[in-house]
């Protein structure tokens, strides 16, 4: 089994940053793909970044692009996430997601991913 903890969430004003931190145990994940996806209140829950166990193919979300980066350190089984320019919309729960079992690049839908977290929510004022 596998555990994911998402931290590193909380209130920030509008062009802040924060870094979201993605631990798992259980098992390690470093031949995991890894995503983070988010979901704002009344929302779907979206995608918003992937990376391949190698780090060598990683995925945004158009509005994130250019503001968010998605990196990983395989020695720690962490993923983070770190946002810069934060928006009010981008107001929402983070979640944190693991696939084992991918065929090719780190997807973009939740099906794909095999392992969760409980998410660590990022408040963004105005």
């Known amino acids: 089994q596998v555990q994911l903890v998402e931290s590193g969430g909380g209130l920030v004003q509008a062009g802040g940053s924060l870094r979201l931190s993605c631990a798992t145990s259980g098992r390690t994940t470093r031949r995991f793909h890894m995503g983070w996806f988010r979901q704002a209140p009344g929302k779907e829950r979206e995608f918003v970044a992937s990376?391949?166990?190698?780090?060598?193919?990683?995925y945004y979300e158009d509005s994130v692009k250019g503001r968010f980066t998605i990196s990983r350190d395989n020695a720690k089984n962490t993923v983070y996430l770190q946002m810069n320019s934060l928006k009010p919309e981008d107001t929402a729960v983070y979640f944190c997601?693991?696939?084992?079992?991918?065929?090719?690049?780190?997807?973009?839908?939740?099906?794909?991913?095999?392992?969760w977290g409980h998410g660590t929510q990022v408040t963004v004022s105005s």
């Open positions: 990376i391949s166990w190698s780090g060598d193919s990683i």
């Open positions: 997601g693991a696939d084992e079992y991918y065929y090719a690049d780190p997807g973009r839908y939740e099906y794909e991913y095999d392992y």
